[in-house]
């Protein structure tokens, strides 16, 4: 309960000082497996971890390492166990991220276009 106290009031001090809130919806936390397939490059499957996503943006883990700026369209599957829709996404690569030296590179992707398939 402070904590939650201490995050309201950090925002609403950022607030007072005019500072701008960075995503304009709520990130939902998804930490899923998937594959992901990339379609203008090889249609090889490639093992990621959706962290989370918005129908803004998406921010995954994977072996692929695009280049900041490039746009990528990509489908991702998800086990059947998760009980989560496939999505066919396009959008443009803001930041590729590598927290520890050779893991796999996080990627922030804002989305242009996505659609859900059940």
Sequence with gaps: MADTAVVQMSQQAAI???CPKQRSMKRKLLRLPAWIVFY???LKKHVT???????EGIFFYSDVRPSV???IAFVLKFPKWTKTPTVA???EVMRVEEAV????PGV??????????N
Excluded: I, N, Q, Y
């Design 89 to 91: 996404c396009k959008g």
């Design 40 to 42: 203008r490059t090889s």
């Design 101 to 104: 030296p050779g893991a796999h």
């Design 108 to 117: 922030a992707v804002r989305l242009s276009h996505f659609v859900v398939w």
């Design 69 to 71: 700026g490039e746009e």
């Design 49 to 55: 971890m959706v962290r989370d996503m918005t129908r």
């Design 16 to 18: 007072a000082v005019g």
